[in-house]
T-cell receptor, first 112, second 114 residues
Framework: GENVEQHPSTLSVQEGDSAVIKCTYSDSASNYFPWYKQELGKGPQLIID?????GEKKDQRIAVTLNKTAKHFSLHITETQPEDSAVYFC???????????FGKGTRLHILP | EAGVVQSPRYKIIEKKQPVAFWCNPISGHNTLYWYLQNLGQGPELLIR????????DSQLPKDRFSAERLKGVDSTLKIQPAELGDSAVYLCASSQQGRNTEAFFGQGTRLTVV
């Protein structure tokens, strides 16, 4: 089955700097890659996703890139703000299968 | 639009006791998921429903865990008997069937077994 690896487990960046979180997946059939943000005491919330027919997607300060050949994808957050502090999860699934496999998460700290 | 509603938010029980969690998905969402989230880990799928049918329960420890979604809407997850290692957050999520798009999560139920 699918296995998703996520790095780093913890990341601290100065406010205003950029943050990058990287994930790899094992199943070449996976073609849908969502990213979730989880704040303390809340459930994960989708922040951006990408499908395998594109290599990059951007939404304001966040962007995702996908390299299907290498089977890795990344989340980029620019101009980080205090409210970006949270745990971020990458995930992978196969279109139409609805089975979502999550990475172990990255705890992002935005330093003042 | 109301989100995924879970109850209770917190539950503390003694080991060997039974416990049940309830989930009300977003209206119109046919797919319902139960995930287990241990501290510092990502969500792990326990069971997935398409309407009232459990289409993936391979990760559900069936000796003590059970789930149901009788009318294809609300769902309950039960543990009997609970063990110390069951302490975790139990998350429910829902999505529109077949769209393979956003899964909306509830706030979860934090279970502590003492």
């Amino acid at each position: 089955g699918e296995n998703v690896e996520q790095h780093p487990s913890t990341l601290s960046v100065q406010e205003g700097d950029s943050a990058v979180i990287k994930c790899t997946y094992s199943d070449s059939a996976s073609n849908y890659f969502p990213w979730y943000k989880q704040e303390l005491g809340k459930g994960p919330q989708l922040i951006i996703d990408i499908r395998s027919n594109v290599g990059e997607k951007k939404d304001q300060r966040i962007a995702v890139t996908l390299n299907k050949t290498a089977k890795h994808f990344s989340l980029h957050i620019t101009e980080t703000q205090p409210e970006d502090s949270a745990v971020y999860f990458c995930a992978a699934s196969i279109w139409g299968d609805d089975k979502i496999i999550f990475g172990k998460g990255t705890r992002l700290h935005i330093l003042p | 639009e109301a989100g995924v509603v879970q109850s209770p938010r917190y539950k503390i029980i003694e080991k060997k006791q039974p416990v049940a969690f309830w989930c009300n998905p977003i209206s119109g969402h046919n797919t319902l998921y139960w995930y287990l989230q241990n501290l510092g880990q990502g969500p792990e799928l326990l069971i997935r429903y398409e309407n009232e049918e459990a289409v993936d329960d391979s990760q559900l420890p069936k000796d003590r865990f059970s789930a149901e979604r009788l009318k294809g809407v609300d769902s309950t997850l039960k543990i009997q008997p609970a063990e110390l290692g069951d302490s975790a957050v139990y998350l429910c999520a829902s999505s529109q069937q077949g769209r393979n798009t956003e899964a909306f999560f509830g706030q979860g139920t934090r279970l502590t077994v003492v």
